[in-house]
């Protein structure tokens, strides 16, 4: 069997309007998912400049909260760059992902540690943590009768304007949240995942070119025909070695 470890991250991209590796199907479906994209962009961009300015102004009312306000702005920042990247770089990431996406994994050793499961694991814990800050943030919702601004926030006070000011300023904050922390983890994971398969890769490598002369192949090697001599599989070694340099 193969198994495709990027297929999460093709769908998170796509969600996110971000066209995924190989480009839509329909075209006026690319269109909507650009435009959406670039919607999403400037609302993380203004959430950014918020932060920036309400620090800029603010800072000795709260110093605290001005603070935590300056981190999220650099982490929102980070995220709409990598979005940017994302879309600017969608042919490399095809590459990528037809490359080291899909691989045979028949021991059971190759499927724990190679086939992605214990990444999967680590990128779990990270996303339940991601999730965990931003419901623990808004818990005060349920919890706390008086309206405010959730923190950190980007007026005077946290109780600053009207309630229908409030509200929409909350809704605003919830979905560029979503948006960058979901763009955060997207990227991180794909780094992480990518690092995964190509270390899986030099191993099959390696233990590939360790049977050369044995007259065995490994169970856990490169593709290479069971009856083909050494000089086919140096010759594939060679193949695999330049692909990875690439």
């Not at 490359?99 to 724990?112: K, Q």
């Not at 946290?158 to 979503?178: C, H, P, V």
């Not at 590939?208 to 050494?230: H, Y």
Request: proline share 4%.
């Amino acid at each position: 069997m193969k198994f495709n470890a990027f297929r999460k991250h093709t769908i998170c991209m796509t969600i996110l309007g971000v066209r995924p590796p190989g480009g839509v199907r329909w075209e006026w479906l690319g269109v909507l998912l650009d435009i959406y994209l670039i919607v999403q962009l400037c609302c993380i961009a203004t959430w950014g400049y918020l932060f920036f300015q309400g620090a800029f102004l603010y800072l000795p009312n709260a110093f605290m909260d001005r603070i935590v306000g300056l981190s999220a702005a650099v982490s929102v920042l980070g995220s709409l760059a990598k979005l940017i990247t994302f879309r600017m770089k969608g042919h490399v990431l095809k590459e990528l992902f037809d490359e080291l996406g899909g691989f045979p994994v028949n021991t059971e050793r190759a499927i724990f540690y190679f086939a992605g499961r214990l990444v999967a694991k680590v990128t779990l814990i990270y996303e339940v943590s991601v999730a965990a800050i931003v419901i623990t943030h808004n818990m005060h919702i349920a919890i706390d009768p008086e309206i405010h601004r959730s923190s950190p926030y980007w007026t005077a006070s946290k109780t600053s304007g009207t309630k229908g000011e409030i509200i929409r300023d909350y809704a605003f904050n919830l979905d560029s949240a979503i948006v960058a922390l979901s763009a955060n983890v997207i990227g991180d994971t794909l780094f992480l995942t990518l690092t995964n398969q190509i270390c899986h890769r030099l191993l099959l490598l390696a233990e590939t070119v360790s049977s050369i002369g044995k007259g065995i192949r490994p169970v856990e090697g490169l593709p290479v025909p069971e009856d083909a001599d050494d000089g086919e599989v140096i010759k594939k070694c060679v193949e695999e070695h330049n692909l990875l340099l690439k």
